[in-house]
């Protein structure tokens, strides 16, 4: 029988402390697309999926759920129990949300509520034609408590590669596809957000991104710099409820096969292999704001 293996992060659901606000940035500065409003919960799309971004009213903020498609070799039943045999309890739910008619749910070690699931209805909604409008929500960052269990529950249950670090320990990137990475584990004593990204599509479409944000008074806090880790050329910047939305360009692409990145100019050795970095940017760029603290 083949192993659970995730292929992709999906979406994202907020608690947002005024929704309506957190919407309007994804709509207007974003350029998400609403695809469905049920109880009060607002479900965007990037263009194809149901959603990618989900906005649910609450009194505080915090991430609600992370969503994650299955490669759908096993079904959630054979899924829940194979995670049952690693001690990792869950519930089948059925009709539990709008755009998945069938999924799992259970947490990581960290504490974050994780839905996993197969098939999302395919709203195709198409992307925006105003507003940023990225490629794709590209992955997460979060500080975890209980980190290093973290990563082994994403790495042995779930079907993640490890790739690199940023200090021994402290920032640990982990993929499912062939991006460089889809997780970012930052080691804490707390759980929370650290930072949400999405890719864009070149160089000049990250400068124009700069612009649009200058324009709706979203000042970009870091960069643009390339990373250590990953390669990608980032920015990053607060929406209306203070967290850190990063968009970026340029990311390693990881080719398992050969345990290296594929090879780029910009690599300071060939074959460059996953390793542990000592600092955030390649071309050591100083900003104001500490990108390790935010």
Known sequence: MSNVKIFRLVYLDFFAKNSETMVDYYTNTMGYRITEEKDGVT???????HHNIVITPAE???VRRYGYQLDGNL???EVQEQLH?????SSLKIDAKPGVSRLLELQDPAGNVIELFTEMEQ?????????IVPLKLGHVAFYAK????????????LGFSFTDQIGVGFANFLTCNTDHHVLNVVASDETRLHHIAFQLKDASHQYA????????????????????????IATYHHDPEENVVELYIDMDVFVPELGIFEPRPWHE???????????????????ELDLAKV
């Not at 479900?43 to 999926?49: A, E, H, R, T, V």
């Open 269 to 287: 050795v060939l074959p460059l292999k996953p390793k542990v970095w000592e600092a955030l940017s390649a071309w050591g760029t100083e900003f």
């Open 85 to 89: 045999a690693k001690g990792i309890a």
């Open 146 to 157: 209980n980190f290093q269990e973290t990563i082994e529950f994403y790495r042995d249950a």
């Open 123 to 131: 709203s195709a909604v198409g992307f925006g034609s105003s507003g």
């Open 209 to 232: 991104s700069s612009d649009l944000l200058a324009k709706h008074g979203r000042p970009t806090l870091w960069g643009p710099s390339r990373h250590t880790a990953g390669h990608n």
């Open 75 to 77: 079904t959630l039943e």
């Open 43 to 49: 479900y965007l799309s990037n263009g194809f999926d």
């Open 60 to 62: 505080e903020k915090a």
